[in-house]
């Protein structure tokens, strides 16, 4: 069978498979599924290193080392943070207006992993997918296929192994993109988690079915003049070479005061960051974006990797490599998004220069995504947290790992959404509540009598009655009876038992209003 056939085939047989075994998986209690949750974390934590190895091996992208945080972050702390979520039956109760919120699993979800985390996203989408009562089809991505599906199997075991449905967790075995668009097409599927570059998530959200997607990322990184300098380039760095820039939420532009130019320059080398020239930086454009876009074949490479296929000299401990650049645009393609440990640099004149060159960068490819800014001025602080067009803004620490949950308090998550100014639906870090539906009993606090029954509405008396009570003549609700119209000219109307002018109307309409307040 053709390799698009055979895909085809396992993506239909996949989300028919994760239905059938999600409708009975739909009656478990909150204790079975969260016991679940727990063995699955545990197998997928336990198993980090090995899958880091995978994940390194297969796709040649990144640092095992990171990898294997990755791992243990989207296993042992995503459970941590969702262990005591209710995410069955009842999930809320309203005493005072009789209201319960009931969870509802939205049914089959389809899961884009993406070739830059394929081990890490796996698990993570499996456990928030299973903790909010649905099952999964997977789409591994091609040049990822081998690790995803190991991790995806070790999880299914573990689940299956404490009472987990057969057939819950699947996946496409031989992925090809007309798999992976059979299965978010798929009459079985519920709703596409796509993790992925900007064109699968177009497939999404294309596909005519419910989708959480995310957007790229440009990340500016500020360095306001109030700053702990050596600890923001050091931050920035950590950032940049994390798995050798594969997250999304990498830093891709060190931003500075001019003021602070000496210092950061002296701490990016205390950092074995390499400072390219001029002629250095246009060899490494010509190999990075050859033709105006990035070249997939340096993405997520060593620094010293890099600069020796663009004809660059460097140590071979040089942690990123950096570009000074004076642009921001196609003009300047290396201010773009680089998934890879090279990092653009810019210098400004004072902090509101620098809020306008990080809203170009963001503009530049990483809209509503993330950015972040290192000061200890607090009012500045807070504008860039009011103003700038970045849903998550991370202050003095490392974006990579602060956009996803791991350095600050947001939800510990691998799919972030860059809310409707990247395209999505949702500026959250994706988690099991996003999966459910929330269905509402509502119970009666306010009694309706219709007038047509009774005549006169309940409402209606209830304004006659403050009206009486505040010496206000009150409005006739109540339909005029058969042949007797209402009497109306353009100097008074009939109101209560008075004839007024719309003067005098207008002055009792305000005076009662403000009663009212």
Partial sequence: MDKDLLAIQEARDAVRKAKAAQAEFAKFSQAQVDKIVKAMADAGYEAADRLAKMAAEETRMGRYEDKIVKNQF??????????????????????????????????????????????????????????????????????????????????????????????????????????????????ETSVILATGGPNIVREAYSSGKPALGVGSGNVPAFIEKTANV??????????????????????????????LKDHVLTELKNNRAYVCN????????????PTGRLNTEIIGLPAHVIAQRAGLSVPENTTILVVSCKEVGKTDPLSAEKLSPVLSMFFVDGWEAGCELCIKILNFGGIGHTMSIHSTNQDIIMKFGLEKPAFRICVNTVATLGAVGYTTGVAPSMTLGPGTLGGSITTDNIMPNHLINIKRLAFEIRPFTSTLVHGKSQASSATAESATKKNIPAFDSRPKKSGTPSKKTEASVTFGSKGLSEKEIDKIVDEFIKSRR
């Fill in 74 to 187: 989207g296993t042992r702390d995503v459970y941590d943070y969702i262990k005591d979520m209710k995410t069955v039956g009842i999930i809320h109760h309203d005493e005072k207006r009789k209201l319960y919120e009931i969870a509802v699993p939205m049914g089959v979800v389809a899961a884009i992993i993406p070739t830059t985390n394929p081990t890490s996203t796996v698990m993570y989408k499996i456990l928030i997918t299973l903790k909010s009562g649905n099952g999964i089809a997977i789409a591994p991505h091609p040049r990822a296929a081998k690790c995803t599906v190991e991790a995806a199997e070790i999880l299914r075991k573990a689940a299956e192994a404490n009472g987990a449905p057969h057939g819950l967790i699947t996946y496409i075995e031989h992925p090809t993109l007309e798999g992976t668009q059979a299965l978010m097409k798929a009459p």
């Fill in 230 to 259: 050596k600890k923001a380039v050091a931050d920035i760095v950590a950032g940049k070479c994390f798995d050798y820039g594969l997250l999304c939420s990498s830093e891709n532009s060190l931003v500075a005061d001019i003021s």
């Fill in 278 to 289: 001029d002629d250095e930086k246009a060899k490494l454009q010509k190999l990075m974006f």
